[in-house]
RNA sequence: GCGAGCGUGGCGGAACGGCAUACGCGCCGGGUUUAGGACCCGGUCCUUUCGGGGAUGAGGGUUCGACUCCCUCCGCUCGCACCA
């Protein structure tokens, strides 16, 4: 049979035995080890000195129970050629993989199967650990901590303590221990601290903390049985997840202050490496936007509006005003009657459209009352096909413009939200577009205070006459009707107005500047089996107190039934953590070391949401076995200690642009404050890797077919003799366009799998997968593999003789090239100069009878990063007994980037007339003549 | 609606303002082979009277020279979306 494939051809087997291999020898040598300075993971520390330490970071997975696809990786194996790039460049690197694996996916496959979700979630764990394995990334296998673990919990935990006995000093611009702020309190003559009983003075320290209970309205999902937080919940008012109904209403849960952090989080964005574009998304998150806001009197009411306002400038063109339908003062204000004749002149009789759209023949408390179950009622359809058609009812009462005293119907309208700002605006129809479309519904006046421009006017075939206007003027220009006794804002522009007007408001008390935020306090409760367990017990006031340092872990209850209570979908429905039903566990003899006692108290019986556990699992990759703090100050410093920001790369997905991304800089800000962190910030450098998408196949119903089963003939494609129609979409089991890693290694081999993923186009794009386009890198690796290895033999067939000088110039391009790249993450183009090179090489071999030692070495080295298997074992069989994990990335010469001789293009007018080649050094000659002829 | 990004062969994609289409897939031809290809060699934007000429979404501009910079338009993707 001597045909068949040679003995020693580079094929699916041979890999798969090669990469086996040294996927044991890396474990057995420990050669991903990366050593702290001190501490219990300081092996190998002398050897790691005077390498300058790299942190790379992938944001972890969720260890789903389908296991990996092709797509999943693709982060993975970015960040495992970064990382071995940088330790064959004298980098000691860091490179772990930790779990996320609390959450919602393993308590529902839970709920199905009746198994613990402990169980099926370390089922999945191991899962991924081998199909990570198998990609052959470097992974410190001692730095990769489960969320789940109660000795990792544990400290999830503790940094919770920490936050709640924190409070956030605005005077220093920082959070410090609550303990601190005890004397402050007690020193303020306006807190009356000593009038206060111990419990009123609890409740006051309380409502400082960072981490705190409120009432307020939160987003309930009760076909999800939990509260979410807004980042959770979509633009129209569904969950993220399942996309469910969500009511917004009033629950006690557990807040976490990050709006005192707003700033920071802004500002700190300068002093990192991101894209523009995620940096854009975050500003837009926290929406900071500066203004005034202004109180106004309401007739006949002690109680003020207070409104946040973008244009004070415009304060004497506000002509009504509207309260968000949830605003608490709505119930205050609305009278039992309409104010009828008792009405000013012009407004003696109430338009029929003002008391709502369910007809004129109830009171305004009816009408106020209907309006409200219409706005909350209102379905995501519904709000889109409406669109931006206003809907209100007047309220009945009337507010002081305090400018000029006029008096000013206020209305409730769904346009205006009481999630931003006051939830009240003024209305000034003239300069808002939303107001206008408002008051042209009401009829309400439209009063010009901006004078618009010249050709705006024009343009809108229009005069100052606001009443003839098609929409708003919202441009710039300077002041009209804007003047009473003491201010004028006539003539002023819009900048110098706001100024002016501000400080009226100031001097008047009944307003200031002001600076508000679209970013809400972070919701942190859920009701849901399967989280960390809050450290919290509450005593016989109901109070809230911490479990002490030295009782974590308080650890998750054993129970039978994990379901999440799924209540009737309505907005009146309650929350009901699963935790209620671990009866023996919900009340606990404690003694909190106040001197009280021990006592009994009631725990919390909520959990952390899913990402708690993923604000701070960087810090303990860095000491994961630490059981006395958190991370130890020697190995934070070492590893984060340099730069605003400590991890020097993170790669992951756009997806958590705004949510996990934000929660985290939130987290380390904190623990920056409280001094157990050195950096401000914790990602230096983000990375955002593309998606891969592949071919899914619906049949003429629409449904998704397999995609394994669909074969294209002519262009078309076809399941069985049935045409069915291709798109790309993200792999998946829903859209049976499965493509898993496994596949792929057994067809081809970990290390052409890694080299596809990275050469199929920039790491940041997202790019539609193709296995049949892997048998390319696999041919490159096949005729690599030939240029050292005798197929039939398995001998090494290259020679000791010094390599002929195009080579040479060609290997130290592709060094220099590669150099450029691979910092870049470019390893696209890396590869692609690795396989030009690889050609030339090929060729010389078939003309020379053999490539030389002088070229296959350098190349095998560059090939290591990205297909570490293969390089290993031809790095070995050359002759070398250590890993080339450690070895030297190769160094360009400069001596062959220049050449001597250079082929010019002769242009004439940009045209190419044709090329001569003239030797280097005729260069400056060239540049002389061409100076000289007379074009 | 607002904001950001992107448009290059049949496909994925290369290209400091300086030879457009590197590298790979696919396809075509040839070789080796009983055969097959995950082998080897060569070819593969359009057009041509074989001298050339034309192509980077469309149109204009800057420049000796534009895929690259500027303007307008068209198309696609992503984010936000009544944010006062």
Same mark, same amino acid.
């Given at each position: 049979?001597?045909?068949?494939?040679?003995?020693?051809?580079?094929?699916?087997?041979?890999?798969?035995?090669?990469?086996?291999?040294?996927?044991?020898?890396?474990?057995?040598?420990?050669?991903? !080890?990366?050593?702290?300075?001190?501490?219990?993971?300081?092996?190998?520390?002398?050897?790691?000195?005077? /390498?300058?330490?790299?942190?790379?970071?992938?944001?972890?997975?969720?260890?789903?129970?389908?296991?990996?696809?092709?797509?999943?990786?693709?982060?993975?194996?970015?960040?495992?050629?970064?990382?071995?790039?940088? /330790?064959?460049?004298?980098?000691?690197?860091?490179?772990?993989?930790?779990?996320?694996?609390?959450?919602?996916?393993?308590?529902?496959?839970?709920?199905?199967?009746?198994?613990?979700?402990?169980?099926?979630?370390?089922?999945?764990?191991?899962?991924?650990?081998?199909?990570?394995?198998?990609?052959?990334?470097?992974?410190?296998?001692?730095?990769?901590?489960?969320?789940?673990?109660?000795?990792?919990?544990?400290?999830?935990?503790?940094?919770?303590?920490?936050?709640?006995?924190?409070?956030? +000093?605005?005077?220093?611009?920082?959070?410090?221990?609550?303990?601190?702020?005890? @004397?402050?309190?007690?020193?303020?003559?306006?807190? =009356?601290?000593?009038?206060?009983?111990?419990?009123?003075?609890?409740?006051?320290?309380?409502?400082?903390?960072?981490?705190?209970?409120?009432?307020?309205?939160?987003?309930?999902?009760?076909?999800?049985?939990?509260?979410?937080?807004?980042?959770?919940?979509?633009?129209?008012?569904?969950?993220?997840? =399942?996309?469910?109904?969500?009511?917004?209403?009033?629950?006690?849960?557990?807040?976490?202050?990050?709006?005192?952090?707003?700033?920071?989080?802004?500002?700190?964005?300068?002093?990192?490496?991101?894209?523009?574009?995620?940096?854009?998304?975050?500003?837009?998150?926290?929406?900071?936007?500066?203004?005034?806001?202004?109180?106004?009197?309401?007739?006949?009411?002690?109680?003020?509006?207070?409104?946040?306002?973008?244009?004070?400038?415009?304060?004497?063109?506000?002509?009504?005003?509207?309260?968000?339908?949830?605003?608490?003062?709505?119930?205050?204000?609305?009278?039992?009657?309409?104010?009828?004749?008792?009405?000013?002149?012009?407004?003696?009789?109430?338009?029929?459209?003002?008391?709502?759209?369910? =007809?004129?023949?109830?009171?305004?408390?009816?009408?106020?009352?209907?309006?409200?179950?219409?706005?909350?009622?209102?379905?995501?359809?519904?709000?889109?096909?409406?669109?931006?058609?206003?809907?209100?009812?007047?309220?009945?009462?009337?507010?002081?413009?305090?400018?000029?005293?006029?008096?000013?119907?206020?209305?409730?309208?769904?346009?205006?939200?009481?999630?931003?700002?006051?939830?009240?605006?003024?209305?000034?129809?003239?300069?808002?577009?939303?107001?206008?479309?408002?008051? /042209?519904?009401?009829?309400?006046?439209?009063?010009?205070?901006?004078?618009?421009?010249?050709?705006?006017?024009?343009?809108? /075939?229009?005069?100052?006459?606001?009443?003839?206007?098609?929409?708003?003027?919202?441009?710039?220009?300077?002041?009209?009707?804007?003047?009473?006794?003491?201010?004028?804002?006539?003539?002023?522009?819009?900048?110098?107005?706001?100024?002016?007007?501000?400080?009226?408001?100031?001097?008047?008390?009944?307003?200031?500047?002001?600076?508000?935020?679209?970013?809400?306090?972070?919701?942190?409760?859920?009701?849901?089996?399967?989280?960390?367990?809050? @450290?919290?017990?509450?005593?016989?006031?109901?109070?809230?107190?911490?479990?002490?340092?030295?009782?974590?872990?308080?650890?998750?209850?054993?129970?039978?039934?994990?379901?999440?209570?799924?209540?009737?979908?309505?907005?009146?429905?309650?929350?009901?953590?699963?935790?209620?039903? $671990?009866?023996? !566990?919900?009340?606990?003899?404690?003694?909190?070391?106040?001197?009280?006692?021990?006592?009994?108290?009631?725990?919390?019986?909520?959990?952390?949401?899913?990402?708690?556990?993923?604000?701070?699992?960087?810090?303990?990759?860095?000491?994961?076995?630490?059981? +006395?703090?958190?991370?130890?100050?020697?190995?934070?410093?070492?590893?984060?200690?340099?730069?605003?920001?400590?991890?020097?790369?993170?790669?992951?997905?756009?997806?958590?642009?705004?949510?996990?991304?934000?929660?985290?800089?939130?987290?380390?800000?904190?623990?920056?404050?409280?001094?157990?962190?050195?950096?401000?910030?914790?990602?230096?450098?983000?990375?955002?890797? =593309?998606?891969?998408?592949?071919?899914?196949?619906?049949?003429?119903?629409?449904?998704?077919?397999? $995609?394994?089963?669909?074969?294209?003939?002519?262009?078309?494609?076809?399941?069985?003799?049935?045409?069915?129609?291709?798109?790309?979409?993200?792999?998946?089991?829903?859209?049976?366009?499965?493509?898993?890693?496994?596949?792929?290694?057994?067809?081809?081999?970990?290390?052409?799998?890694?080299?596809?993923?990275?050469?199929?186009?920039?790491?940041?794009?997202?790019?539609?997968?193709?296995?049949?386009?892997?048998?390319?890198?696999?041919?490159?690796?096949?005729?690599?593999?030939?240029?050292?290895?005798?197929?039939?033999?398995?001998?090494?067939?290259?020679?000791?003789?010094?390599?002929?000088?195009?080579?040479?110039?060609?290997?130290?391009?592709?060094?220099?090239?590669?150099?450029?790249?691979?910092?870049?993450?470019?390893?696209?183009?890396?590869?692609?100069?690795?396989?030009?090179?690889?050609?030339?090489?090929?060729?010389?071999?078939?003309?020379?009878?053999?490539?030389?030692?002088?070229?296959?070495?350098?190349?095998?080295?560059?090939?290591?990063?990205?297909? @570490?298997?293969?390089?290993?074992?031809?790095?070995?069989?050359?002759?070398?007994?250590?890993?080339?994990?450690?070895?030297?990335?190769?160094?360009?010469?400069?001596?062959?980037?220049?050449?001597?001789?250079?082929?010019?293009?002769?242009?004439?007018?940009?045209?190419?007339?044709?090329?001569?080649?003239?030797?280097?050094?005729?260069?400056?000659?060239?540049?002389?003549?061409?100076?000289?002829?007379?074009?």
């Amino acid at each position: 049979m001597t045909n068949d494939i040679p003995q020693h051809r580079y094929d699916a087997r041979l890999a798969n035995e090669i990469e086996a291999r040294w996927q044991d020898r890396w474990d057995a040598e420990r050669t991903f !080890w990366a050593p702290n300075p001190t501490g219990l993971l300081s092996e190998g520390a002398e050897r790691a000195s005077g /390498r300058d330490p790299v942190f790379v970071l992938d944001m972890f997975p969720y260890p789903s129970g389908a296991g990996l696809h092709v797509g999943h990786p693709l982060g993975y194996i970015g960040t495992d050629v970064y990382a071995r790039y940088q /330790r064959m460049n004298g980098k000691n690197v860091l490179h772990a993989m930790g779990y996320d694996a609390f959450g919602l996916p393993a308590e529902q496959y839970a709920v199905q199967t009746g198994q613990h979700p402990r169980i099926t979630t370390e089922a999945n764990i191991a899962t991924m650990r081998r199909q990570l394995r198998a990609l052959g990334l470097g992974h410190d296998s001692r730095r990769g901590p489960a969320t789940t673990d109660p000795a990792y919990y544990r400290w999830t935990q503790w940094i919770f303590l920490q936050i709640f006995n924190s409070w956030y +000093d605005f005077e220093a611009d920082r959070a410090r221990p609550i303990v601190e702020l005890v @004397p402050i309190l007690a020193a303020d003559p306006e807190v =009356g601290w000593e009038d206060l009983d111990a419990h009123a003075r609890r409740e006051l320290v309380d409502s400082f903390r960072l981490a705190y209970l409120s009432e307020a309205p939160v987003n309930w999902c009760p076909a999800l049985g939990t509260v979410l937080s807004n980042e959770e919940v979509t633009a129209d008012g569904r969950s993220e997840r =399942g996309n469910f109904p969500v009511y917004r209403r009033p629950l006690k849960q557990w807040m976490m202050r990050i709006t005192a952090y707003a700033d920071r989080l802004l500002a700190d964005l300068d002093l990192l490496d991101w894209t523009e574009s995620i940096k854009l998304m975050q500003r837009n998150w926290i929406g900071r936007s500066t203004g005034a806001s202004v109180d106004f009197a309401v007739v006949g009411h002690d109680d003020v509006i207070s409104v946040f306002t973008t244009r004070p400038d415009t304060l004497f063109g506000a002509t009504y005003m509207v309260l968000a339908p949830e605003h608490p003062l709505v119930d205050v204000l609305v009278p039992g009657e309409w104010p009828g004749a008792t009405l000013g002149e012009e407004l003696s009789d109430i338009p029929a459209a003002w008391k709502g759209i369910f =007809g004129a023949e109830v009171g305004p408390a009816a009408a106020v009352r209907r309006y409200r179950e219409f706005a909350a009622g209102k379905s995501d359809l519904e709000r889109q096909s409406e669109g931006k058609d206003k809907t209100g009812v007047f309220t009945g009462a009337f507010a002081i413009n305090p400018v000029n005293d006029e008096r000013i119907p206020v209305f409730i309208a769904d346009y205006v939200l009481m999630g931003y700002g006051t939830g009240a605006i003024m209305a000034v129809p003239a300069h808002d577009q939303r107001d206008f479309e408002f008051a /042209r519904e009401f009829a309400l006046p439209i009063t010009c205070v901006i004078q618009p421009t010249d050709v705006w006017m024009l343009e809108h /075939r229009c005069d100052l006459d606001p009443g003839e206007w098609p929409e708003a003027y919202g441009g710039d220009g300077v002041g009209m009707n804007s003047a009473n006794a003491d201010v004028s804002l006539d003539g002023r522009h819009v900048a110098d107005a706001k100024v002016a007007i501000t400080d009226w408001l100031t001097t008047n008390q009944l307003g200031e500047s002001t600076i508000n935020y679209k970013l809400r306090d972070w919701l942190f409760s859920r009701q849901r089996y399967w989280g960390e367990p809050f @450290p919290i017990v509450y005593d016989e006031f109901d109070m809230p107190r911490a479990v002490p340092e030295s009782m974590l872990p308080v650890e998750l209850p054993e129970i039978i039934d994990f379901e999440p209570e799924i209540v009737e979908d309505s907005a009146a429905s309650v929350p009901a953590p699963p935790l209620s039903r $671990a009866e023996a !566990w919900t009340t606990v003899d404690l003694d909190l070391g106040d001197g009280e006692g021990t006592k009994t108290y009631r725990r919390e019986l909520n959990t952390m949401p899913q990402w708690a556990g993923s604000c701070w699992y960087y810090l303990r990759y860095l000491d994961p076995t630490n059981e +006395d703090q958190f991370v130890s100050p020697d190995a934070e410093q070492y590893w984060m200690g340099d730069g605003p920001g400590g991890i020097d790369l993170y790669v992951g997905g756009v997806e958590h642009a705004v949510l996990h991304l934000l929660y985290a800089r939130f987290w380390h800000k904190m623990l920056f404050d409280l001094g157990h962190v050195s950096t401000p910030e914790p990602f230096q450098r983000l990375f955002n890797q =593309g998606m891969i998408q592949a071919p899914a196949f619906t049949d003429e119903r629409g449904i998704y077919v397999e $995609a394994t089963t669909v074969v294209e003939r002519d262009g078309a494609f076809f399941a069985g003799d049935e045409p069915v129609r291709r798109e790309f979409g993200k792999i998946g089991k829903s859209l049976k366009n499965m493509v898993t890693p496994d596949d792929i290694f057994r067809d081809y081999g970990a290390d052409s799998l890694r080299l596809y993923e990275m050469s199929m186009g920039p790491l940041d794009a997202s790019r539609p997968w193709s296995t049949r386009d892997i048998v390319g890198v696999f041919r490159f690796l096949q005729r690599l593999w030939r240029n050292v290895i005798d197929e039939d033999t398995g001998a090494l067939c290259i020679t000791e003789a010094p390599a002929d000088d195009e080579t040479r110039r060609i290997l130290h391009h592709t060094i220099a090239g590669m150099r450029e790249d691979m910092p870049t993450m470019g390893f696209n183009t890396a590869v692609s100069k690795l396989i030009t090179l690889n050609n030339h090489v090929t060729q010389v071999s078939a003309r020379d009878g053999g490539a030389s030692r002088d070229v296959i070495e350098p190349m095998v080295l560059m090939l290591a990063p990205l297909a @570490p298997h293969i390089a290993e074992e031809l790095w070995s069989r050359l002759g070398h007994a250590e890993t080339i994990t450690y070895e030297d990335f190769p160094v360009a010469d400069p001596g062959w980037l220049t050449v001597d001789e250079v082929e010019y293009p002769v242009q004439v007018n940009g045209k190419v007339r044709g090329k001569v080649t003239v030797a280097t050094d005729a260069d400056q000659a060239v540049v002389e003549a061409a100076a000289r002829a007379d074009v």
